[in-house]
């Protein structure tokens, strides 16, 4: 079964625990199989819990992929040399795309 | 004298903040001074009042209501805030000389580093933080190191700016490279000289390396990536034309929703606009 650790804002109903939340002093808050309601992301917050980890649907949510094309990198290629590991620098990749032309402001 | 210690005696002989900025720290870390006596103090010295209203009333800080008095400004933003406007209005006034025979203009770097305050100030509102005061300040002064070396060696900082440009690297790392030291230690140096506070240096000190030997914050995490922002988007120009990956830690340490830098894009261009207006032009 594939999981996936999401951010706690992310939580959609319907989706089911695949490790129980503990607070700090390992004390089981909810159980692993526990299907998500709307409302819970208001109580895991309050707890301060930040990421939980849930059943994935597929293998490809697993591990998405972030990497760019050969094409899109070699536009980069005077600035960047990497290759995005997670979405939030494929985000910083796409504002690079759209900053590569503009002039320095 | 090797080049370090010409540095370091340099920072050492820089004249300390403006007596004014003394006064209010001194007040404002007394409970018991009334807002009236900071607004007075502040008041004395008009220029700076004025300038604090403008940038206390611009969208970056996302007050409604039109801020009319030193009064209001810390009713409505707090002291921690409108004493960081007062030291960041200074030491842009104090490093804002004009020229740009070094190769790194001190407007360019300046205008980087206001875009990263804001930057940081927006990232750190989206990812929830709760005490947001102190990210554009921190943003503003994360590369005051860089001034210290155009001021004080600009002979031998042209030559690191060149050698970036030529070996295609980070501006840091020519910097290690030509002068033994980097513009985070340097900078480290200048804010401990001007007393700032403990997490302002370890912001400007671990700004690349995100961990600090006490682990890390969501001060420097937001600063980090904010610093890499700043770069992607072209605002201001801060020694090479680079995009160095984020630590990874960085990411780990704060919580960014999927599409939440892409959403900020529009904010941070109109906020960045008024903030170079009012700080560098007027």
């Known amino acids: ?105 | 004298m090797n080049l370090i210690d010409k540095i370091l005696s340099s920072i050492n002989s820089l004249p300390t903040l403006p007596t004014i900025f003394a006064q209010l720290s001194e007040a404002m870390d007394d409970e018991y001074v009334a807002n009236q006596r900071i607004a007075q103090l502040i008041s004395s010295d008009q220029a700076s009042a004025f300038k604090i209203l403008k940038v206390a009333n611009s969208p970056l800080f996302g007050v409604q209501k039109k801020i009319e008095s030193i009064n209001q400004a810390l009713l409505f933003l707090g002291h921690t805030e409108v004493k960081n406007i007062l030291l960041a209005l200074s030491i842009v006034k104090k490093f804002n000389t004009k020229g740009d025979s070094h190769g790194l203009r001190h407007i360019d770097l300046w205008a980087h580093s206001i875009a990263t305050g804001i930057i940081s100030r927006n990232l750190a509102l989206i990812s929830g933080q709760q005490k947001v005061d102190n990210y554009f300040l921190t943003g503003i002064l994360h590369d005051i190191g860089k001034l210290i070396f155009i001021e004080f060696i600009p002979k031998e900082y042209l030559e690191a700016v060149k050698f970036a440009g030529n070996e295609k690297i980070l501006i840091q790392d020519a910097e290690k490279e030509i002068l033994k030291i980097d513009h985070a230690q340097a900078g480290q140096r200048f804010a401990e000289k001007w007393k700032m506070p403990q997490y302002i240096q370890e912001a400007i000190q671990y700004h690349h390396i995100v961990q600090t030997p006490r682990g890390t914050n969501h001060l420097i995490s937001i600063l980090h990536i904010s610093n890499i922002i700043a770069r992607i988007m072209r605002l201001g120009y801060s020694g090479d034309n680079l995009v160095p990956q984020p630590n990874i830690v960085a990411w780990d340490d704060i919580e960014i929703n999927r599409g939440d830098i892409i959403s900020l894009k529009e904010k941070i261009l109109s906020d960045y606009k008024i903030a170079v207006h009012t700080l560098l032009i007027d």
Do not use: C
């Open chain 1, 1 to 105: 079964m594939a999981t996936r650790v999401i951010n706690v804002s992310e939580i959609e109903s319907g989706m089911e625990l695949t490790e129980p939340v503990k607070n700090r002093n390992g004390q089981v808050l909810l159980g692993s199989g526990l299907i998500l309601e709307e409302k819970h992301k208001l109580i895991l917050k309050t707890w301060g819990i930040k990421k939980i980890s849930i059943k994935s649907e597929s293998e490809e949510t697993a591990s998405p992929n972030y990497e760019l094309s050969e094409e899109g990198m070699s536009i980069l290629k005077n600035r960047i040399n990497w290759q995005p590991r997670n979405y939030q620098e494929s985000e910083l990749i796409e504002l690079a795309l759209i900053f590569n032309d503009s002039e320095t402001i």
